[in-house]
């Protein structure tokens, strides 16, 4: 634990404009990154007295080795920096809101020659309407009922080329749930006009169709044709149930996004109701842990910050009220902040009195229950994993903490297509983002200790050579400056994605799948690197034994052993993270096509002529004239494909049609 006057600034120093500041431990994270009206000011009250600060402050400031700051022009700014970044290191001490629900949306491709209905989370797309948002659950409904009145296309652009090419439509179109204007039985004018009704309705003139359908029903009675009226009696029946599923709590024109949360110490639970056309048509939750000391009013702003910011929530999903249970310190700056992405003016209120802030009583209830049934679920898992990370570090006598752990696996069938995984977990829990894979290729794939020792050379060679870069970079001049100018940049361009690093920081504790040979391997490569503060450990499958490097006897841990389990778990992971790409790479390997041994015939263009010709052998009967057709073929390339299959045709061992080797399917005929 670094002491915080090592790497104090000197306050003459610290510029007194508003900035961004970031704090970095020994490692080179990226561990806090926050805001201020006076940078000068609030980097000093980090250091004036260490002793007085909160808990987690204090923690935090004993955890880190550097600090850095860049000067912007305004506190809008300043906002959007510290967006930006918290985006891109995910610092540790930063408040982060976990969702516990999915944001699904009801879309129409009205961009599309023949529009589709599908469910889409994310990013806007251009010409797509969206509709929303909604549970997981009632969307699905709610899309299955509505095709039943209007038969708009909700299949793949796979099955639609499939259905355009065999002039038969899918099982969508049998059943009456799509109207299949890919055999012709609508126009495409006809299809986009009931895709029209299908946006109207979900945009709220659903009392006008219903209307509609109620005289259509009237005048089937009249003439005596009741199985028609039967129909329409049922659609009717179908529309009033997607019509009336959400109460109506607000007057229809009301769009607006209802924030509440309920906290204790040490975490918050926060609810959002979206109401739009005064019917709550979604809900969604998070959990926090305050690892920062925050006030409510800046939980209210990091959550803005996250929902607006990671949702990519661009004009037409962000409403025009945002109703928030305090009213955050920058009210204004975020307002324009907001009201920037939207495209229109974004009003931050606390509602007080009469039907909105009824509404937020009851989402605070939510919110209540949340927290407590996060805790409770919390509670057993929690005493477990801190339960079986304490009893592995005490049985294998590491004198530090197993805050990260690796695991390393080798996966291949008789020395082919040799693959390895890495998996990460991270206080107990599983870190998805930070799994890697490796193709192991030449002298590395003969046995499994040597592509072991490959891979740990690998993995913490690209570790190394990071650290040293990021160490090179800072001893450059101008180094503040270039900070600067990046900041500016980022501020300048919020939608590119942040750079990925190959690696994260190093593990406490390296896991292997295997036994002694294995673990010495691995010992032996972090060895030849000099790394010297990473363990090694080995988990034998046949016993389940642990072995240390340089061991003659195995660890034996109790079968009921909390630290036995964790082990065995992340072990299976690794395994079969390492099998689903192992199967990946053989598959590719083992699919065989007519179209491979064509010379200058890459994949791209192989795509492209099996995209104009459908199969190979289209592709084998067409002309030189009628393959240049096709993207990127030109005439010296057509003919070099007619002359191919032309010599295959006359060789007495004619090619085999192309097969999948591992499921013996035809690909292409």
Known sequence: MANPASYRPQTGEIPTNPGVYRFRDPHGRVIYVGKAKSLRSRLNSYFANPGGLLPKTYAMVHAASSVEWTVVGSELESLQLEYTWIKEFKPRFNVVFRDDKTYPYLAVTMGEKLPRVQVLRGERRKGTRYFGPYTAGAIRETMDTLLRVFPVRSCSPGVLKRAQASGRPCLLGYIDKCSAPCVGRVTPEEHRALAEDFCSFMGGEAKRFIGRLEKDMAAAVAELDYERAARVRDDIIALRKVFERNAVVLSEDTDADIFALHEDELEAAVQVFH??????????????????????????????????????????????????????????????????????????????????????????????????????????????????????????????????????????????????????????????????????????????????????????????????????????????????????????????????????????????????????????????????????VGLAKRLEEVWLPDSDFPVILPRTSEGLYLLQRIRDEAHRFAITFHRQKRGKAMTVSALDSVPGLGEAKRKALLAQFGSVKSIRTASAAELATAKGIGPSLADAIVSHFSNVAASPDAESPAINMTTGEIIET
Not at 343 to 370: C, F, Q, W, Y
């Open 275 to 536: 109401v739009r056309g005064g019917r709550v048509r979604g809900q969604r939750g998070w959990v926090v842990e305050k690892v920062e000391d925050s006030t409510t009013p800046d939980l209210v702003e990091h959550l803005l910050q996250q929902v607006y910011g990671e949702e990519g929530e661009t004009q037409g999903r962000m409403p025009r009220e945002v109703l928030v249970p305090e009213e955050p310190s920058n009210a204004a700056e975020l307002a324009q902040w907001l009201a920037g992405m939207r495209g229109a003016k974004v009003d931050i209120r606390v509602p007080r009195r009469g039907d909105k802030a009824a509404l937020m009583s009851t989402v605070r209830e939510n919110a209540e229950h949340a927290l407590k049934l996060h805790k409770s679920r919390r509670a057993g898992d929690l005493t477990n994993r801190s339960l079986a990370l304490q009893e592995l570090q005490e049985a294998l006598d590491l004198p530090v903490a197993l805050l990260r752990i690796e695991c390393f696996d080798i996966s291949h069938v008789q020395g082919t297509n040799v693959v390895a995984s890495m998996v990460v977990v991270e206080d107990g829990l599983p870190k998805k983002s930070d799994y890697r894979k490796f193709s192991i290729t030449g002298a590395a794939a003969a046995d499994d200790t040597a592509a072991m020792h490959d891979v740990l050379t690998r993995r913490f060679r690209n570790y190394l050579q990071e650290q040293a870069d990021h160490a090179e970079a800072a001893r450059l001049p101008g180094h503040q400056a270039a900070l600067e100018a990046m900041a500016v940049a980022s501020v300048q361009d919020t939608t590119t994605p942040a750079p990925r690093a190959k690696f994260a920081y190093p593990p406490n504790l390296v896991v292997v799948d295997g036994g002694k040979p294995q673990v010495n391997a691995a010992a032996r490569a972090l060895a030849e690197l000099g790394i010297d503060d990473v363990y090694v």
